[in-house]
Nanobody, 123 residues
Framework: QVQLAESGGGLVQAGGSLRLSCAAS????????MGWFRQAPGKEREFVSA????????YYADSVKGRFTISRDAAKKSLYLQMNDLRPEDTAVYYC????????????????WGQGTQVTVSS
């Protein structure tokens, strides 16, 4: 069983930056595809970014490409999301997910989820 805990959310002005972290415990973190998803009020949860295990590929939603960077540290069992040039439309609860097999970007293919961290971008 894998437990995931996100941190790093907060309130930031448009154009600012935040770095989200996701700490994992239990399970084989280093072999899982890890992803970030977000859910804005009244909307469905959507894919933001993911990083596979072997080979290491990174994936981004078009809406964040060029502004967000995903990374992972196997030794620290942590996943990160560096978010730059934030926009009001990035406001959402951000979730970390772990996928045991494959490198899907579909929510239903992720096996474990954190509780989420709130990101609010003011205009």
């Amino acid at each position: 069983q894998v437990q995931l805990a996100e941190s790093g959310g907060g309130l930031v002005q448009a154009g600012g930056s935040l770095r989200l972290s996701c700490a994992a415990s239990g399970g084989s973190f280093s072999t899982y595809t890890m992803g970030w998803f977000r859910q804005a009020p009244g909307k469905e949860r959507e894919f933001v970014s993911a990083v596979s295990w072997r080979p290491v590929y990174t994936y981004y939603a078009d809406s964040v490409k060029g502004r967000f960077t995903i990374s992972r540290d196997a030794a620290k069992k942590s996943l990160y999301l560096q978010m730059n040039d934030l926009r009001p439309e990035d406001t959402a609860v951000y979730y970390c997910g772990a996928q045991k097999w494959g490198d899907s970007r579909l929510i239903g293919d992720y096996d474990y989820w954190g509780q989420g961290t709130q990101v609010t971008v003011s205009s």
